[in-house]
């Protein structure tokens, strides 16, 4: 099992869109893909359809001792399972953050009592900056991706990114590997120098793709639909594929 973490310092950069997509082109490789939907928005939902209007089930109301993630697991009909949030509240959304902020490994224990296929990928979806939810999914993760914008918001949040990083994700044997892709890009030059100017900072930590603006990725949360089954032709689309290729051939050695 490997479980990667999506992440970002800062909202709307599309790093849900991205959690989505990445998992159903890792589902059409062949693997078992689980997608954790850490964020009280509960918006994973709308980009991989398959529950019910008013469904409440989530990974926030699991708050007993003997609940198990597959309790609230949904089959999506793009070849993910995925467990949402949940909608119980906000005093059951209390309850749940404090059992996140007491028990750190929660998260963890969680997912290796799944007992989940040995090739199975856990993608964990994390509200935007510091969050009991993102030392959670930091602290279960093998690699963290986090999502910018190639913009200035975006390069001027990097040193927060990268301490947060390095707090939550110290092992007493290891560090915690990550990589940074740029979504949203364009041919405009403000964003072409952002782009550089991260790359320089990032070196070899920056995917090697950037996912262009397009309005058909709009369109295809409109209908519910991760753009790679909407408009796989898209270039969007047919960057993330390459970014799962990048990302899987370097965890399979070990990046």
């Not at 058909?216 to 032709?233: G, S």
Request: charged share 20%; aromatic share 6%.
């Amino acid at each position: 099992m490997i479980v990667i973490a999506i992440v970002s310092a800062k909202g709307g950069v599309g790093k849900t869109t991205i959690t989505a997509n990445l998992g159903v082109g890792m589902a059409q490789r062949g693997y078992p893909v689980t997608i954790v939907d850490l964020d009280p928005q509960n918006a994973m939902q709308w980009h991989l359809g398959g529950l019910e209007q008013g469904e409440r089930n989530g990974i926030s109301l699991l708050t007993t001792t003997r609940a198990k993630l597959i309790d609230a697991c949904y089959t999506s009909p793009y070849g993910v399972d995925f467990i949402p949030y949940g909608n119980g509240g906000e005093v059951q959304r209390m309850r749940f953050e404090q059992l996140l902020e007491q028990q750190e490994p929660w998260l963890r224990k969680k997912l290796q009592a799944a007992k989940l296929p040995a090739n199975a990928i856990v993608l964990l979806d994390t509200p935007p900056g510091p969050s009991v939810y993102l030392k959670q999914a930091i602290h279960a993760a093998d690699f963290l991706l986090v999502v910018v914008l190639a913009d200035a918001a975006s390069y001027s949040t990097l040193p927060e990114m990268e301490e947060l990083i390095s707090t939550y994700g110290h092992r007493s044997n290891s560090e915690v590997g990550s990589a940074y892709i740029v979504n949203q890009g364009s041919h405009r030059q403000l964003a072409q120098d952002v782009v550089a100017l991260i790359a320089d900072r990032l070196g070899e930590r920056m995917v090697p793709y950037i996912v262009q603006e397009s309005p058909q990725v709009e369109e295809a949360l409109a209908f519910e639909r991760p753009v790679l089954e909407y408009k796989p032709d898209n270039p969007a689309a047919q960057t993330i594929q390459k970014i799962i290729d990048w990302l899987l051939a370097g965890l399979k050695g070990g990046r």
